[in-house]
């Protein structure tokens, strides 16, 4: 299923593919979730155990509280709803080819964007903990010869992360692709298992690694 938006702006034509429409779209529903989980939790029995959606949302939290703890440390603790908007979103978009949307993600825009944002994060804390002159003199360690080759390791960092997440989402998406137009009719006979694992097993998994090497991006600059 696609949704594309043509439209005209000051006499140009203007293209929205629909991986930039899902963008939107996986940002309308976590805002609906966020709001509906606002409310349930103000709403809520404090003297009845968490049940249902409640204890759905708690167990996501719990989750990703660990994961940040184990990995941050509780001194980083404060990072945990900046990783934890990270998980939710790239979770939901990974696992939208399940509901015959395109994924997000497999948009190199949209990775690339995500990326950026975790490398500007790491930058901005870079010169927070260490100070204007400490922030350019990290570059320059354990040796002022190797300064060329850390910038330039700095700067691979937001290119890697995007690209392995995208090329594993758009990898699933075309081999998805492939095997629908292959098999036709009888297509619902194999995909189902295909799903299972390009779209849950790899779409978690990205997930996973993408949050744990922005931990480790931003623990290596604040340390």
Not at 25 to 43: R, W
Not at 146 to 161: G, K, M, Q, R, W
Request: aromatic residues 16%; hydrophobic residues 55%; negative net charge.
């Amino acid at each position: 299923m696609k949704i594309e938006i043509y439209m005209k702006l000051f006499g140009k034509e203007i293209f929205v593919p629909d991986t930039i429409v899902n963008t939107f779209i996986v940002g309308i529903l976590l805002t609906i979730f966020a709001i509906a989980a606002n409310i349930k939790f103000k709403n809520a029995d404090k003297t009845k155990g968490p049940e249902g959606f409640q204890n759905f949302v708690e167990v996501v939290v719990e989750l990703v509280s660990g994961l940040t703890r184990m990995i941050m440390g509780e001194e980083m603790f404060y990072f945990m709803p900046y990783i934890g908007t990270l998980v939710l979103y790239l979770l939901v978009a990974n696992l939208f080819g399940l509901l015959g949307f395109t994924p997000p993600t497999s948009d190199y825009s949209v990775t690339f964007t995500l990326a950026l944002m975790t490398f500007s994060l790491v930058e901005f804390y870079r010169a927070k903990t260490k100070g204007f002159v400490g922030f350019f003199k990290s570059f320059t360690e354990p040796l002022p010869l190797l300064t060329p080759l850390n910038v330039i390791d700095e700067f691979a960092n937001p290119i890697s992360l995007s690209f392995r997440l995208f090329g594993n989402v758009l990898s699933g998406v075309i081999i998805m692709s492939l095997v629908y137009n292959a098999l036709g009719y009888f297509a619902p006979i194999v995909t189902p298992f295909m799903h299972a694992y390009f779209d849950v097993f790899s779409g978690v998994l990205q997930t996973f690694i993408f949050a744990m090497l922005t931990m480790i991006f931003i623990t290596n600059v604040v340390d």
